[in-house]
């Protein structure tokens, strides 16, 4: 218990440093420019199909059981209300907490290890602020981008699914999948992402940073990064929800 708690404390600081360095001048525009192509553009690949498959998969389950009861009208609404509220921002922020997460674990624990971070000191740079501020931000940034990205491959996956099934317009399946939504449901949990975007930048960066380990610590810290942010994620998410029905109680489903 000692140990959780003393891991929560360091975290804790380890964010804030982040948070107080993130507002600090100056600004490495380069870097987290870099940094968000790096977490960004290259999850897109990973991202964007894994929606569509799941919009598929989902539309093939709904349909099965709401045909049963006579709403067959209401898979593009429950698909859309189901990806935008809850499926696009979880599974997203757990992608990328699976191949960012281990990424950022695995280099700055292989530079610490190699030590070029106690090389890039001694020239008088701030390493905190050059390696890992621009990252965090990065995965602030990148995140709730992804997510918007895997709520509409989801809902191209919907409707191609609907349309094999049951011949429907893309007018009418756009017409009815939005009709359900209001922007408490879109705004909220698409920004909640960011927080993820967060955690994740922040105990991936924590782990590899922290290493004291040697080569021995690179995989151990690409590990614990891709464990604990993803914890943290799904917790997050659990604590989000509720804020976000007592801030937006139109969202509530």
């Known amino acids: 218990m000692s140990n959780l708690i003393e891991f929560v404390g360091k975290v804790s600081s380890f964010g804030a440093r982040i948070v107080v360095d993130g507002l600090r001048m100056p600004f490495e525009g380069s870097q987290i420019l870099t940094q968000t192509a790096e977490v960004g553009y290259k999850s897109l690949p990973l991202v964007a199909p894994a929606g569509f498959a799941l919009g598929t998969v989902m539309t093939f389950h709904t349909r099965s059981t709401l ?145 004291n380990q040697g080569a021995a610590g690179v995989g151990r810290a690409a590990t614990n990064s891709v464990v604990v942010s993803s914890l943290l994620v799904i917790v997050a998410d659990v604590v989000l929800v509720k804020c976000i029905f007592f801030a937006f109680p139109e969202s509530a489903l």
């Open 67 to 211: 045909v049963t009861f006579g709403a067959s009208a209401m898979i593009p609404t429950v698909q859309a209300l189901a990806f935008f509220v809850e499926i696009g921002p979880l599974v997203a922020g757990l992608l990328l907490a699976g191949r960012v997460g281990s990424g950022i674990g695995a280099v700055l624990a292989n530079m610490r290890a190699a030590e070029q971070i106690d090389a890039i000191e001694s020239l008088s740079i701030d390493s905190f602020k050059l390696l890992v501020v621009p990252r965090v931000i990065a995965c602030v940034i990148a995140l709730p981008l992804l997510t918007l990205f895997m709520d509409f491959a989801g809902l191209l996956g919907g409707y191609l699914s609907e349309v094999a099934a049951s011949g429907m317009s893309l007018d009418l399946y756009i017409s009815r999948a939005f009709a359900g939504l209001e922007w408490a449901n879109f705004i909220a949990p698409t920004l909640k992402t960011a927080v993820f975007g967060f955690i994740i930048g922040t105990v991936s960066s924590y782990f590899g940073y922290t290493t």
